[in-house]
């Protein structure tokens, strides 16, 4: 662990995971010490609080790939050390559970490196999803896709974590987001075009990535710490909606719900990231039965608003602007934290996180003053840290 940090009282073992905490939360509007979580931590930030280099297993995997579907000795061991990295992380910063991404690997779309970004920036160079064109444009491209078919594979770092985290911790899984699979297999730009010249195609595409990404999580529910489901899908920018939200009504929320439907079958948590402006479907992300909301961004509507429009229906997580956590002082930071926390902290439905997540281009100190200052507050309003 990063001896620096210490003014922050992070270590191993200082607070018990405890999952059902943050069901609660989540879910209830029950008054109570408010839970810390995010969507997920980047590398950059775990290898800063551990004092320990920690590589994104998903980039091992790309740079070190081989013809063979069968993981090489060093594949494996990679992934093994990045997931017991992963679990360090979060039990250290207090998070009642660790997330881990589904490995769906749809072949053929396209990324761009950014030509100004630093090879060793505090988490690698940053890249970005090619809009204009993807691997599915026409029906024999569709075709002829070579579309993943094991979920054994997709849910293979769940699994592993499932028998790795600590009592009280639970696996949260990203199982992949349906619009954005979308969009980037298609090309945003031509999916935009196909809405209207091949709409059957747009279908067709939904179809097949809904039933892959649903059976990967039905493969989950049974896990004994398998905690629910974080659905990362960004359907918006500022201003809007990224489609029309008709578009995301009719073609896109009805699978949202279905995975809703399964994770709450199992009793098990459902919960959305998405970016952007979602105000034109929030009543409608909420019909889905979706437990938690989460990325919230202050020019857009500050989580104090979307606290007091929804709060009461759904559960709101995180909202500390990432723009302040990379820009501001640690004392600006601090006082960020109690406004959101005395507008959103006293009556649940609540969990304190950032904008979006944990970013690597965030200031460490920040984040771990919002923590700070959070376990603070609860001290003060609920006689507990957490």
């Known amino acids: 662990m990063n001896p620096s940090l210490n003014k922050y009282n992070i270590k191993p073992g200082n607070w018990k995971p405890d999952f059902e905490r943050f069901r609660q939360a989540v879910t209830t509007n029950q008054p109570g010490p408010v839970p810390m979580g995010d969507l997920f931590a980047d590398p950059g930030t775990m290898s800063a609080l551990l004092g320990e280099k920690v590589e994104s297993f998903l980039r091992f995997m790309a740079r070190n790939s081989r013809s063979s579907d069968t993981p090489t000795d060093e594949t494996i061991a990679a992934g093994l050390n990045f997931l017991k990295q992963s679990v360090n992380f979060y039990e250290a910063v207090g998070w009642d559970f660790v997330t881990s991404h589904g490995l769906l690997n749809f072949p053929g779309f396209r990324m761009h490196l ?92 939904i179809e097949k990535l809904s039933d892959i990404i649903y059976k990967g999580a039905e493969e989950l529910m049974t ?136 970013a690597s281009y965030i200031t460490l100190e920040n984040y771990l003053a919002m923590l700070d200052e959070g376990r603070k507050w609860n001290k003060e309003n609920f006689g507990s840290e957490f």
């Open 114 to 205: 950014a030509s100004e970004s630093e090879e060793e920036i505090k988490g690698g160079r940053r890249a970005y999803i090619e809009s204009d064109s993807g691997p599915i444009t026409s029906w024999e491209d569709f075709a002829s896709y070579q579309w993943p078919e094991s979920p054994g594979v997709i849910n293979l770092g769940a699994k592993v974590l499932n028998d790795m985290v600590p009592e009280g911790m639970k696996v949260m899984v990203l199982p992949g987001g349906l619009f954005e699979w979308t969009t980037w297999l298609m090309g945003t730009v031509q999916f935009s075009y196909a809405l209207y010249d091949q709409p059957d195609l747009v279908d067709a595409v």
């Open 223 to 358: 896990l004994s710490n398998f905690g629910g489901l974080f659905i990362g899908d960004d359907m918006g920018f500022y201003s809007g909606t990224l489609v029309s939200p008709k578009i995301l009504r009719e073609k896109f929320l009805p699978h949202l719900k279905k995975m809703v439907d399964l994770a709450h079958k199992f009793d098990k948590l459902a919960l959305l990231h998405s970016c952007g402006n979602l105000e034109a479907i929030m009543d409608d992300i909420i019909e889905t039965g979706v437990d938690g909301k989460h990325s919230f961004e202050d020019k857009i509507m500050p989580v104090e608003e979307a606290y007091r429009r929804w709060g009461d229906k759904i559960g709101i997580i995180g909202g500390l602007d990432v723009n302040l956590l990379a820009s501001g002082t640690e004392d600006e930071v601090r006082k960020r934290t109690r406004q959101i926390l005395d507008a959103c902290g006293q009556n649940g439905h609540y969990v304190l996180g950032t904008g979006n997540s944990v």
